[in-house]
């Protein structure tokens, strides 16, 4: 089985859908996809996504289930007025200060993570994830393992940058803030986690491409910037960051 993690395409914030360029980004997304051979299709329901997804699904004809769960995570941090409350967009001198952002078991232990909601989220979204493997695919989680009868399935789910770090960080069990703060995932950027089952009936989930964009530049397309604080300084303490990472 595969599972593709999508970012939706540079988004206009302003009116939750796409700028002109995301519009040509999810087109060359959609060609792309259509060599995928993909099975399913779910996909948040937030507007930005909805356009995104859009061209595909017209394409290959596929239904799609619209998710809520799907939505950029909502989680918070309990942090002291003024700091940033939103757990993918902490400065690097607060996160690499302390042991508990660095394992999962730590971050989901973690007082800021806990008292703002962040945890419960995490394991709200994580819990509908493996409610889907299920219900859909007969795989069931066990530790980090998914026990059931495996398919060759590919399977798309179009969400965000925040929520598609989280499921990878559920399907591989590293720390989100590894993820949301070492890693990059370019609008309309395609994650691949693809199963490996080394005994019958029992599968784990290897990530064999993060953020990849190669439709873009096979099409003449610029990676957006959108979700990445400036190369260098820019002399405001680096709080611009070059778009929303959401």
Not at 116 to 132: I, K, L, M, P, Q
Not at 212 to 237: A, C, K, N, T
């Amino acid at each position: 089985m595969k599972i593709l993690i999508i970012r939706h395409a540079e988004p206009d914030y302003s009116v939750d859908s796409l700028t002109e360029k995301g519009f040509c980004e999810a087109e060359l997304l959609s060609q792309f996809l259509m060599s995928l051979n993909i099975s399913d299709v779910y996909c948040s329901t937030m507007g930005r996504a909805q356009a995104t997804a859009k061209p595909f699904l017209e394409k290959s004809g596929l239904s799609v289930e619209n998710c809520d769960w799907l939505r950029e995570f909502g989680g918070k941090l309990a942090v002291p007025e003024g700091e940033r409350p939103l757990p993918w967009d902490i400065l690097p001198r607060v996160w690499q200060s302390s042991d508990g952002y660095f394992s999962l078991d730590g971050w989901l232990g973690n007082p800021a993570v806990v008292k703002g909601g962040a945890a419960d989220e995490y394991r709200r979204v994580t819990a509908e994830f493996d409610n889907v493997m299920k219900k859909n695919y007969g795989l069931e989680r066990d530790g980090l393992i998914y026990k059931g009868e495996n398919s060759d399935r590919t399977i798309a789910f179009f969400c965000h940058f925040a929520l598609g770090s989280v499921l990878v960080s559920h399907l591989t069990g590293i720390s989100p803030v590894l993820l949301w703060q070492g890693f990059n995932m370019p609008p309309s950027a395609v994650t691949t986690m693809r199963t490996e089952e080394r005994r019958l009936g029992e599968v784990i989930f290897r990530c064999c491409g993060f953020g990849d964009v190669s439709h873009l530049r096979m099409g003449g397309e610029p990676v957006s910037s959108m979700g990445m604080f400036p190369e260098l300084y820019i002399g405001d303490d680096a709080d611009t960051s070059c778009g929303s990472m959401i």
